[in-house]
């Protein structure tokens, strides 16, 4: 479980994070909001690449916001990026075995651990491939292999569907669902695709300039009025 | 599933393929015995700099290409290195051996070089490269001040007898005469590559390359970035000091023998040889120390024009070749080998990836 209590970050005037309470259980939950709505900046506070000026997060019993950025990662905490960030010149084995040979994976084990993250992800057959020589659809994956390889105990998708065609979407959607049963993550997926969203999670948060609007079981959330006059304007994709 | 059965995790041992392998040998038969067996004295003595400077380079790669920082004060290192040496030579009055001389030299540096490192914890880039530039000019001074490389009992000392400005430290008793100097110095050569080898193909090596795509996928893997950083800039340091202990036993050392601006051709020549393969370091000291002999002796041509030619090469290596000449040696090896049918052409296009460039962290805001 992971709960959050006024949380607040501030960029000169603008604060993308304003006194944000929230509680999420194990499972597979969803951050949706509109753009700029401060959900990236919010996983960026949880890694430790932005410091909130107030607020507390609780995960499991443990103070994350105390810890250095690679003992968060060492603790559990796994992320991928919006603008994804798979090594390049790198295999897809050797970017796996980065994030867990860092994250402290009990050495015997390593190589076993590798491979079923990556067989996980579906790129058995890729082990061995630089990640630049991959597809949009294939970096993603090897990310999420990243993300949960080793023990995770939190883990953020930052719109991992973003610019992927829907059979590719559909594929990680599958994968993204196993996660929880997988690790015993709990898993907070961003994204903009409704039906991705739908799909894979048991419950949703949303978010709005900076504010929890709505956070419940996904059918009740989706349905929220409030919800969808966040998003007015907005490619909703349901 | 398919491949995965008989999969090994990446090391020293899966890197060693049977071509490098095969390479790694020929090279060192053509320098341990090839080149001694045709080479002139005069020569010999460019090939031993050509060897010394071959460690330089490989020291600066390593930041260049795997870590992807910038730093212009490799060459004050290599005379940082000389120094050291001469003074635990004498400090310990001068009964260390040489290889626990060189090791001392090397840790040394490397501290030093963590010194040094510490503005990039803050820095990089540009900014980077410049501050840098003055710890260059710093150790530059410091060394001034304790009269490099004069030196005689103790520590500190100061040997009113040989003020000369010239200072050596004895070579090793199994290698007293020039050539075999010169291949004790490839073996240690041999010997330091396979170190940077060793980090490149294990733990640190993954770390720095995901240092290099961007600081947070570092971050995001649970590298711990400044350990990190600060070993790199040791490890190249350390390097660097190895090889100005080796120059101070192999020809000796004077006062003005390490220009804090040769640090900006040197990083010209490790753009130009390659700075993403560890033979691009042998490309790099081959156009830092024999390349101007050949331009002087052979054609007669003035040495100033170095570095114009240089700055012409570094300008092609970036548009043409971001993977620098020894790529380009590589591609003309395969073809031969290929058209000889020497070795079997390959089955898929190889995939260039080396060229990633990275923004500075400062815009790396992750997103
Ligand atoms: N490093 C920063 N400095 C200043 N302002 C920032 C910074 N990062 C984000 N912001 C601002 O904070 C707000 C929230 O941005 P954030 O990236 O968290 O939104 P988001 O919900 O992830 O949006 P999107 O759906 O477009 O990814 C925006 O107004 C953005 O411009
Ligand atoms: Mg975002």
């Known amino acids: 479980m992971i709960s959050i209590s006024s949380l607040t970050v501030r960029f000169g005037g603008v604060v993308p994070i304003d006194d944000l309470n929230l509680t999420l259980d194990v499972g597979v939950n969803g951050l949706i909001g509109p753009n700029g709505a401060g959900k990236t900046t919010f996983f960026n506070v949880l890694t430790g690449f932005v410091k909130p000026v107030q607020g507390t997060v609780t995960a499991f019993g443990d103070d994350l916001l105390a810890m250095p950025h690679f003992r968060r990662i060492r603790w559990g905490l796994r992320r991928t990026f919006q603008t994804e960030q798979a090594v390049a010149e790198l295999t897809v084995l050797e970017n796996v075995l980065t994030v867990l040979e860092h994250s402290g994976g009990a050495k015997s084990s390593r190589r076993r651990d590798v491979v079923d993250a990556v067989e996980f992800v579906g790129l058995g057959d890729s082990l061995q491939r630089p990640v630049g020589a991959l597809g949009a659809a294939e970096r993603r994956l090897v990310e999420v292999a990243r993300a949960v390889v080793g023990s995770p105990r939190l883990v953020l998708l930052d719109e991992p569907a973003a610019g992927l065609p829907d059979e590719e979407t559909a594929a990680l959607a599958q994968v993204i669902k196993e996660i929880p049963a997988r690790t015993g993550a709990l898993t907070i997926l961003v994204d903009h695709d409704m039906a991705l969203v739908n799909e894979t999670c048991a419950h949703v948060a949303v978010l709005d300039f900076g504010h929890i609007i709505a956070s419940g079981p996904t059918a009740d959330v989706l349905n929220d009025a409030r919800v969808m006059a966040a998003y007015l304007g907005e490619d909703i994709d349901v | ?367």
């Open chain 2, 1 to 367: 599933m398919s491949q995965t059965a008989d999969v090994r995790l990446p090391s020293l041992l899966t890197a060693a393929t049977p071509q490098r392998m095969i390479a790694l040998v020929v090279v060192l038969a053509i320098a341990l015995f090839g080149i001694p067996a045709i080479l002139s004295t005069f020569w010999m003595k460019i090939m031993f700099e050509m060897a010394a400077y071959s460690l330089v380079t490989l020291g600066l790669g390593l930041l260049v290409g795997r870590v992807g920082i910038y730093s212009l004060c490799q060459i004050p290192l290599v005379a940082a290195g000389a120094w050291f040496s001469l003074r635990v030579h004498f400090l310990f009055d001068e009964s260390v051996p040489f290889p626990i001389l060189l090791l001392i030299t090397g840790v040394l540096t490397g501290v030093l070089g963590i010194i040094i490192g510490l503005p990039a914890l803050r820095l990089s880039g540009l900014y980077l490269a410049l501050v840098t530039l003055m710890a260059a000019g710093a150790i530059t001074l410091l060394l001034v001040s304790v009269k490099f490389p004069n030196g005689g009992g103790g520590f500190w000392g100061f040997d009113t007898r040989s003020a000369s400005g010239f200072n050596s430290v004895p070579r090793p008793g199994i290698a007293t005469g020039d050539i075999a100097f010169y291949r004790y110095t490839v073996v240690v050569v041999a010997l330091m590559f396979l170190l940077a080898a060793w980090h490149i193909a294990g733990k640190p090596g993954r770390a720095w390359a995901s240092l290099r795509q961007a600081e947070v996928t570092a971050i995001s893997a649970g590298v711990n970035t400044t350990l990190y950083k600060l070993w790199a800039f040791a490890l190249s340091a350390a390097i660097a000091g190895v090889a100005g202990g080796i120059i101070a036993a192999g020809n000796g050392v004077t006062t003005n023998q390490f220009p804090v601006e040769q640090s900006i051709l040197l990083l010209a020549v490790v753009l130009l040889g390659g700075a993403y393969s560890l033979w691009g370091a042998i490309v790099a000291a081959f156009f830092l120390r024999v390349f101007p002999q050949l331009l002087d002796k052979q054609l007669g041509l003035p040495v100033e024009l170095l570095t114009v030619l240089f700055g012409v090469g570094v300008l092609f290596t970036l548009m043409l070749q971001p993977k620098g000449v020894v790529q380009d040696l590589t591609n003309l090896g395969r073809l031969i080998g290929v058209k000889t049918g020497m070795i079997k052409p390959p089955v898929a296009p190889v995939v260039a990836s080396a060229a990633v460039e990275t923004a500075p962290v400062a815009e790396q805001v992750p997103s």
